[in-house]
């Protein structure tokens, strides 16, 4: 079993930043067997929940979502387990809980159903 802990979340004005963590535990993501990809997915009140960025655990390559490409970056820390989301110039709409989110197989995906273990999730609110 993995489980996925996030934090960082909170308030801050238009135009400001944040960094969300992701603290994995019960299992390593470094098996090449496996093809581990980890995920950020956010839901807004009213809203279906939704891709934001994705990372393959071993080399590293990524996706993000149109809405937030070149303002949020994707990272993680092999050897503290943890995944990171490098949140800039935020905007009112990317008010969300945020989600982290982990999976396996061959194609880093966007879909939902392709992850199987996720975070409780950290509030993030974007004020004008």
């Known amino acids: 079993q993995v489980q996925l802990v996030e934090s960082g979340g909170g308030k801050v004005q238009a135009g400001g930043s944040l960094r969300l963590s992701c603290a994995a535990s019960?299992?390593?993501?470094?098996?090449?067997?496996?093809?581990?990809?980890l995920g950020w997915f956010r839901q807004a009140p009213g809203k279906e929940r939704e891709f934001v960025a994705a990372?393959?655990?071993?080399?590293?390559?990524?996706y993000y979502a149109d809405s937030v490409k070149g303002r949020f970056t994707i990272s993680r820390d092999n050897a503290k387990n943890t995944l990171y989301l490098q949140m800039n110039s935020l905007k009112p709409e990317d008010t969300a809980v945020y989600y982290c989110?982990?999976?396996?197989?061959?194609?880093?995906?966007?879909?939902?159903?392709?992850?199987?273990?996720w975070g409780q999730g950290t509030q993030v609110t974007v004020s004008s």
């Open positions: 019960g299992r390593t993501f470094s098996s090449y067997t496996m093809n581990w990809f």
């Open positions: 990372i393959r655990w071993i080399g590293g390559s990524y």
């Open positions: 989110a982990a999976g396996s197989g061959v194609v880093l995906t966007t879909a939902r159903r392709d992850y199987d273990y």
